[in-house]
Every structure is written in C-alpha cells, then in structure tokens.
C-alpha cells in the first residue's frame, strides 16, 4: 500500500470521513456506503464475503487496512474493466470491416499517430512483436496485450 498515491489519499478521506469516533475504525456495514459514495459499483454478495474475510474475529468493524484491501479489489475491477470497455471500443473503429481484427499496415498507423518519433524500424519491430504468429492481422487480445503491457 503506498501511502501517497491518489487512490490512497481518496480511501484515507473516505475512511476518515465514515470513522466519526475518530478510532481508527469503520463498522463493516459501512463500506457499502463508502463506495456508493466514491461512485464505484460493485457486487453486493461479493463484497459481503470480501468484507466476512477481513473480519475474521466478527467485530463488525475494520481498520484502515482492511478497508483498503477491501476497497482497492473493487477499484481495480472498475478500472481494469472500462480499460478493456475503452480498448474495445478503439479497436471497434478501427476494425471497419468488423472483422476481429486490424491489419499491421493499421496498426502502424496508430502507432505512428501516437508516437511521431518512431522510425519505420522500430514500427517494424513493435508490430513484428505484437503480430507473433506473422498473419498480417492483430486480433483484439493482440491489441489488448499490446496496449496494457
């Protein structure tokens, strides 16, 4: 958990802004509150189990800690899912034809409108590593690996 990044600092005050006594402490019942709040979704069973896991000793109530844990495994879900959502829809307008998938000349194309810099040689070389099996094509999981690393 790094104590300064921004998603830290927003469970820190949302934390804070539920920890009323001042105790280092929340009753379990309201992390539900606490994501409705941040404007998350989440699945209401799964975040009974999640929360029954960090309460091991039944206390109801959770520290920091565990409220993080808890609420980070939501976030990240939020945030990996309207990546795929938006890289879907990218590779949508690219693939014209709705074909599942964009040709290497395509794909050079967006490369080379992202970064001006790139010579022909190093397009070559990123596309020759992305199109693994040399088809001429990217499909989406291609273009998913591509552009999450």
Do not use: C, H
């Not at 009753?27 to 309460?55: H, K, P």
């Not at 014209?96 to 070389?125: C, F, H, M, Q």
């Not at 990217?138 to 552009?147: A, T, Y």
């Amino acid at each position: 958990m790094d104590g300064d990044d921004e998603k830290t600092q927003m469970l820190k005050k949302a934390f804070a802004m539920f920890d009323q006594g001042k105790t280092g402490f929340i009753e379990t019942n309201r992390v539900a509150a606490i994501l409705n709040t941040m404007g998350q979704q989440f699945d209401s069973n799964e975040l009974a189990i999640t929360i029954e896991e960090a309460d091991k000793n039944k206390t109801g109530k959770l520290s920091f800690e565990a409220f993080y844990s808890i609420a980070a495994n939501f976030l990240e879900d939020e945030d990996d899912e309207a990546m795929q959502n938006e890289l879907k829809e990218a590779f949508r307008l690219y693939d014209k034809e709705g074909n599942g998938y964009i040709t290497t000349a395509v794909l050079r194309e967006i490369l080379a409108a992202l970064d001006d810099k790139l010579t022909s040689d190093d397009l070559d070389g990123i596309i020759e590593e992305i199109d693994e099996d040399g088809s001429g094509t990217i499909d989406f999981d291609e273009f998913m690996e591509m552009m999450t690393g």
